[in-house]
């Protein structure tokens, strides 16, 4: 079977958040992200064959602790930090080491502080060998949150589809 490229993995995620969460695609195909609600995040999860894409829209008042322009060197550094780690896509998610995952893509695109709200946005796409042994994905991206109060993950799976809320500090789901 032919792999499926990065077009349709976004159309996928597009879908997802239609069906699921009721958002709107935009003209581009890619869905529309959703108000600006500081405390929460919303990560959104496809798997279809061997690849794994994931998409996470948090508020940099939780990434960053603020949204303006940073003042003095330690806000610099933070935001080089976050920014670091959001182009780079590592420790973005775990899986069952059997799945045999690798990040192959990470896109992202640094937020505008200061001039209201701030959202960091991230897609990366995993190649997984054994995506059948998928039994679960954690959001390690959650643990980096600050002051979250609740991820909606928004999941396109084999399975089927469907919206979770993770609250207290969870981040792991289950895919089937």
Not at 47 to 63: C, H, N, S, V
Not at 125 to 137: N, R, S, T, V
Not at 158 to 174: I, M, N, S
Request: aromatic share 6%.
């Amino acid at each position: 079977m032919p792999r499926r490229t990065r077009p349709a993995i976004e159309q996928l995620i597009a879908l997802l958040v239609l069906s699921v969460a009721g958002g709107t695609a935009g003209a581009d195909g890619m869905h529309a992200h959703g108000k600006h609600v500081h405390g929460e995040v919303t990560v959104n999860i496809a798997l279809e064959g061997r690849t794994l894409a994931l998409e996470i829209d948090a508020p940099a008042a939780q990434t960053l602790g603020f949204e303006k322009s940073p003042r003095d060197d330690r806000e610099r550094a933070a935001v080089k930090a976050v920014d670091d780690w959001f182009r780079s896509g590592r420790n973005m998610l775990g899986v069952p080491p059997a799945a045999g995952c690798r990040l192959t893509k990470a896109e992202f695109t640094p937020p505008k502080l200061g001039g209201g709200h701030a959202d960091y946005r991230g897609s990366y796409l995993f190649d997984c060998a054994a995506p059948e042994a998928l039994a679960w994905i954690e959001v390690w991206a959650l643990r980096r949150m600050q002051g979250l109060e609740k991820a909606e993950v928004n999941l396109v799976t084999p399975a089927g589809q469907r919206q979770e809320t993770l609250r207290g500090g969870a981040v792991r789901v289950t895919l089937r």
